[in-house]
């Protein structure tokens, strides 16, 4: 120790310790073997291993099972405005390094992969979109904010999406709206990528309107669409649709559950001058009627949302999974493809890819991966974090 600690301490277990040497953030309530009597809501407490060394400092949560989530290992770090306000810089320049040319739409805030936990910021142009997920963050989110606009000029409004039940369990309420008393006047914007334009309802849409994370993916699908008979299931607003519609595929049908995300993609396809048919249904009920409808296909995308969103469910998640791949499989001759996806965590890499050799296996079909992919470089991953590392994007070939 380096200095004079002010603040409350807070003593763990062996495991715990352990835990938090390989990387990983979290400190759950049942690991605290000593803490002070009181501990105010949502502030900075160190954490010590049971030879008192020091292991590092986070925000204190009081009713959540994730009771610390850390901030910092240095003991010479303080956590004023000024140190928030770096994460966020660091942050924002990471993003202009690495997606460049998209910089103008991308995720700016990425949560524990950018030491700010529980936080996801999306950028929509002059609009950003958060959603808050712990107490301590939700009580710093106007120096976070102050600091975006800062590093941002252009900046025109913040719309908060804190609509996720996590919340409740940080004792925070639900609701969505503009930060502050200035914003657009309208919660509907236009974003362009990969040379698609797209309508974007930052009230509305799925999670913070729009799914960043494919945007490198979608190019993939591009790049092999050409001349294909396409199928896109959970379309949402059309994305890949879209894509294998701009890459010259010869017909494109795109399928969602949801009529109002299908009148999007209409409005997003007629936006671009891309034809695509649409076809609402459930994918586990549309796939066998297009078998029963001798429907044929070169190329199939899966792209359904989390299946699963807590370790409990997961063998229903794994079954849903293998029933509606093999079920894209069987629409697939010989050299057809299939671009699959999960964005559970709770789902890993090695389990997604056993669970398409299940699918194959009872579709009867060989395959072969031609391609693993993740979500996009503005969504970094934190190697000891699982839950940073939750998109699976697999590309295969029916042989």
Not at 60 to 77: G, M, V
Not at 121 to 147: C, F, H, N, P, W
Not at 190 to 209: L, S, W
Not at 347 to 357: G, H, I, N, Q
Request: glycine share 8%; net charge negative; hydrophobic share 35%.
């Amino acid at each position: 120790m380096k200095q004079a600690r002010s603040f409350p301490a807070v003593t763990v277990t062996k495991k715990q310790e352990n835990s938090l040497k390989k990387g990983h953030p979290w400190i759950y309530e049942d690991e605290i073997t000593e803490q002070p009597e009181t501990v105010e809501n949502g502030s900075v407490v160190d954490v010590f291993g049971a030879k008192h060394n020091y292991l590092g400092s986070g925000l204190w949560s009081q009713i959540s099972r994730i009771r610390i989530r850390i901030l910092s290992h240095n003991a010479n770090d303080t956590y004023d405005d000024a140190f928030f306000a770096r994460r966020v810089s660091y942050a924002v320049k990471y993003r202009k390094e690495v997606m460049k040319d998209d910089f103008s739409c991308c995720r700016l805030i990425h949560g524990e992969a950018d030491g700010l936990p529980g936080v996801t910021v999306d950028r929509y142009g002059d609009i950003l979109v958060s959603e808050t997920a712990s107490y301590g963050m939700e009580q710093r989110k106007a120096v976070l904010y102050e600091a975006l606009k800062k590093e941002i000029p252009e900046i025109k409004g913040i719309y908060e999406r804190n609509e996720d039940e996590i919340r409740l369990k940080e004792g925070l309420e639900l609701y969505k709206g503009w930060y502050g008393e200035e914003h657009p006047e309208t919660c509907i914007t236009e974003i362009t990528e990969n040379g698609i334009i797209y309508e974007v309802d930052v009230e509305n849409g799925q999670k913070t309107g729009f799914f960043l994370d494919q945007k490198y993916n979608r190019l993939a699908v591009r790049r092999l669409a050409e001349g294909k008979h396409v199928l896109d299931c959970c379309t949402h607003t059309g994305s890949f649709a879209l894509n294998a519609a701009a890459g010259k595929a010869a017909s494109v049908t795109a399928m969602d559950i949801s009529g109002s995300a299908l009148d999007m993609a209409r409005k997003n396809a007629e936006r671009n001058g891309l034809d695509i048919v649409f076809r609402q249904g459930d994918v586990f009920e549309v796939l066998p009627q297009l078998k029963a409808e001798h429907a044929f296909f070169d190329f199939i995308i899966l792209d359904p949302p989390a299946f699963t969103k807590s370790r409990k469910t997961f063998r229903n998640a794994r079954s849903g999974y293998r029933q509606i791949n093999s079920m894209a499989m069987k629409l697939l001759g010989r050299g057809g493809y299939l671009a699959t996806c999960s964005c559970s965590h709770f789902m890993p890499k090695e389990e997604f890819v056993s669970m398409l050799c299940d699918a194959a296996s009872d579709a009867g079909v060989g395959i072969r991966i031609i391609e693993q992919k993740g979500a996009s470089f503005d969504h970094p991953v934190i190697p000891n974090i699982p839950e940073t590392e939750y998109l699976k994007f697999v590309l295969l070939q029916i042989i």
